[in-house]
């Protein structure tokens, strides 16, 4: 019994520890959001397959925080999704990103079309496209120079009013990408119904080409759909010459992965990529 206890106390010491760091994680991250202090975008370049020419942009939120250190996507968004912290989080992503594309308007650089990432919680705001036309104005934004990417899971949840966010959405020039294809439990019929202009296959399905029969019927599937329904097809997470050989089989317009470009920051991202305007 003594020892059941004990056992018993550690687990619950144990379980505390784990409280502790997610309250920890959550009040740094509640702090950042409302200062802003140590957020920071990288860009990561997506690539037209035959023309090697950049064609837009990926924006990825980057956290640095002074105790903890850089702190992965990976464990903060979906902290900050829960905790409704991707709101004030995001929005400070739109303005980094609409700041950083007027700086290089301005140096008269020609800067590619740059993705954001929404989540549920983002795209199902009521203003968010006023925000988004707010965001254009201040920064005095070419059309469609800023667009989204969002996953299936939230187009299907509510399709007609998803439908009238995407047409609003549309309607300012934003290309919209639906993220992490083939992830999701959706029928395809949807897809015909929804004003996107892009679908990007899932990183999972591109790494295991030629190894899987499943992924390389998946990958198939899909751009052979898309090329019916004219939409763009991406390739994330591009690693390898050989994946990117095994793609050339398929209707892929774009490529992204850490073989063509990792995310880097933008005085990074600039020096590689951008040209002149007119250059
Ligand atoms: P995602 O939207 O699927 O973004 C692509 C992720 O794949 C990025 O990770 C990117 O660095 C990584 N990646 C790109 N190429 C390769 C590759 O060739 N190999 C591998 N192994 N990985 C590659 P990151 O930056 O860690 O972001 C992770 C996730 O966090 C994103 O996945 C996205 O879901 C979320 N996220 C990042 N920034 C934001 C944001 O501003 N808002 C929201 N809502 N979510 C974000
Ligand atoms: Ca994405
Ligand atoms: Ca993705
Ligand atoms: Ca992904």
């Known amino acids: ?7 018993y106390r550690l687990f619950r010491a144990d379980m505390h520890r784990q409280d502790r760091g997610r ?7 509640r702090n950042t959001a409302e200062t802003g202090e140590g957020l920071g975008v990288h860009y990561q370049p997506l690539f037209d397959r035959d023309s090697g020419e950049v064609h837009g942009a990926e924006a990825l939120l980057r956290w640095h925080h002074p105790t903890l250190g850089h702190v992965s996507p990976g464990d903060f968004i979906p902290l900050a999704e829960r905790s409704g912290l991707i709101l004030p989080l995001g929005e400070r992503l739109m303005h980094l990103v609409a700041a ?5 308007l301005d140096a008269g650089l020609a800067p590619p079309r740059v993705a954001v990432n929404l989540s549920a919680r983002q795209f199902w705001q009521s203003d968010l496209v006023a925000q988004v036309r707010e965001l254009y104005a201040a920064y005095d934004l070419p059309a469609g120079q800023i667009g989204f990417e969002l996953t299936e899971s939230i187009l299907l949840d509510k399709q007609q009013e998803a439908i009238h966010t995407l ?3 549309r309607d ?10 083939g992830t999701g439990y959706s029928s395809l019929s949807y897809l ?17 080409l030629g190894e899987s029969r499943g992924s390389s019927a998946i990958v198939a599937a899909v751009t052979g759909l898309a090329k019916e329904l004219g939409l763009r097809v991406v390739a994330e997470g591009v690693e390898t010459d050989e994946q990117l050989q095994a793609l050339s089989r398929y209707h ?5 992965g850490f073989l063509t470009g990792r995310p880097a920051d933008a005085a990074t991202f600039a020096e590689r990529y951008l040209v002149r305007d007119g250059a």
Request: proline letters at 2%; aromatic letters at 6%.
């Open 1 to 7: 019994k003594q020892e059941g206890r004990n056992t």
């Open 23 to 29: 309250l920890e994680l959550e009040t740094a991250l």
């Open 100 to 104: 950083q594309q007027r700086d290089w």
């Open 167 to 169: 047409q609003a959405l």
């Open 172 to 181: 300012l020039g934003c290309r919209i990408a639906i993220d992490d294809f």
């Open 192 to 208: 015909q119904d929804l004003p996107v202009t892009t679908l990007k296959i899932d990183r999972s399905f591109i790494q295991k």
């Open 252 to 256: 892929v317009n774009l490529i992204q």
